[in-house]
């Protein structure tokens, strides 16, 4: 069936390290987007990216869609205690009509 | 506020008996979900509906079921046929192909 990989599953940072966290699909996907569950919460969108090459900002928060269209990266530049959570990509496959979401990168920040 | 409301937040259930999860939302979407979430997994897919009075099944529907009589309201049933079924549910509701989630209901079967 359709998959998305997402890696790593977990991280430790120091705050004000940086974090990455990588999104794969062995298909094309028409869109990937991105979502944050805070511990004991629901999953809250955060962006969508559609265009091959996308990277869109939103202040320390950097996300990247690949050329190919089958990868993504969300990067965190000098982490903070309120960035802790589960960074969850979702994609919607070519031809498919459903979000396929990675299994989650869990971000643990250390003061 | 517009948004989507999962009742109850917190349920108990015993072996072999039936349990319906509520799921409503005002945000006049088309489209409602039901999301499965277990312990350091992502979110797997239970049924969906696109439209009132339809609904697929998602990945992992044996042993739920759903109905969509109205357009706000998109209950799941946990029957006693699931073997698993103490899990993280959340509903969600799309818009612009993006998803809105309620506050998730958290079942655990004695």
């Known amino acids: 069936g359709q998959q998305v990989m997402q890696i790593p599953q977990y991280q430790h940072v120091q705050e004000g390290e940086d974090f990455t966290t990588y999104c794969n699909s062995s298909?094309?996907?028409?869109?990937i987007q991105w979502y944050k569950q805070r511990p004991g919460g629901h999953p809250v969108f955060l962006i969508q990216l559609v265009k091959s090459g996308e990277v869109k900002k939103q202040k320390r928060l950097t996300f990247q869609f690949g050329e190919a269209k089958k990868n993504s990266s969300l990067h965190i530049t000098a982490t903070q205690t309120t960035d802790v959570g589960t960074y969850f990509c979702?994609?919607?496959?070519?031809?498919?009509?459903?979000?396929?979401f990675g299994a989650g990168t869990r971000l643990a920040v250390h003061p | 506020d517009g948004g989507i409301t999962q009742s109850p937040k917190y349920l108990f259930r015993k072996e072999g008996q039936n349990v319906t999860l509520s799921c409503e939302q005002n945000l006049n979407h088309d489209a409602m979900y039901w999301y499965r979430q277990d312990p350091g997994q992502g979110l797997r897919l239970i049924y969906y509906s696109q439209i009132v009075n339809d609904f697929q099944k998602g990945d992992i529907a044996e042993g739920y079921s759903v109905s969509r009589e109205k357009k706000e309201s998109f209950p799941l049933t946990v029957t006693s046929a699931q073997k698993n079924p103490t899990a993280f549910y959340l509903c969600?509701?799309?818009?612009?192909?993006?998803?809105?989630f309620g506050a998730g209901s958290r079942l655990t079967v004695l």
């Open positions: 298909t094309t996907l028409s869109n």
């Open positions: 979702a994609g919607t496959p070519g031809g498919y009509n459903k979000l396929i």
């Open positions: 969600a509701s799309s818009g612009a192909n993006v998803l809105t």
